[in-house]
């Protein structure tokens, strides 16, 4: 995105709040929040989600402490999120193709647990094998389900790699869109 386009999608009044709900396998509530729709390029929607955002989870809730922009691609089995320092600065969500209600003002995916994980200056790390691992057996993922989710996070541990040989999203076009988040 260039720096024309994130100037004018700053200035956009007409900005859309979109309702992002991620659920577990079971149908637990896992995360809750309100984000603005920033905008959409080559990689999917952008949405950007402030500091001191309410989350609700069946777990309990609690306030988002960074600000962060959510990509959601087309058709993929993740979504990414980037984050402002000192959090993560990409976390990517395996799940199953998030989906949009009729007027695009819902978002609803179910995470299956695998998790991609980069700190600022560190590399790609998966997270939450244990917890797939438990999940698969105690809510039954299909294997076509577990074959997906473990081919999905090692496509997304290779592109999210900081050492030069990543690609984007990943490298850098997350920076201008988390630059809108207010």
């Known amino acids: 995105m ?3 386009r994130a100037r004018a999608a700053r200035a956009d009044p007409d900005r859309t709040s979109v309702q992002v709900e991620f659920r577990k396998y079971d149908g637990r509530l896992s995360a ?12 999917g929607v952008w949405l950007g989600t402030a500091r ?3 989350v609700e989870a069946d777990a309990g809730g609690w ?16 979504t990414a999120t980037f984050c402002a320092a000192p959090a993560p600065e990409v976390y ?3 799940c199953t193709v998030p989906e949009w209600n009729a ?3 819902v978002l609803r995916t179910v995470d299956l647990d695998l ?3 980069r700190s600022p200056g560190g590399e790609a790390r998966l997270k939450d094998e244990d917890e797939f691992a438990e999940h698969r057996l105690t809510y039954g993922y299909p294997d076509d389900v577990v074959s997906r989710a473990r081919r999905t996070a090692a496509r997304l541990l290779e592109a999210a790699r900081l050492d ?8 850098s076009a997350w920076r201008p869109w988390l630059d809108l988040v207010g």
């Open 92 to 94: 990517c969500d395996v």
């Open 32 to 43: 809750r929040w309100t984000a603005d729709r920033l905008g959409e390029d080559e990689h």
């Open 115 to 117: 998790d991609v994980v």
């Open 2 to 4: 260039t720096a024309e």
């Open 103 to 105: 007027d695009r003002t």
């Open 52 to 54: 001191g955002v309410a």
């Open 164 to 171: 030069g040989h990543g690609t984007e999203p990943f490298v």
């Open 63 to 78: 306030t988002n402490r960074f600000a962060h922009v959510l990509l959601v691609p087309d058709g993929r089995w993740w």
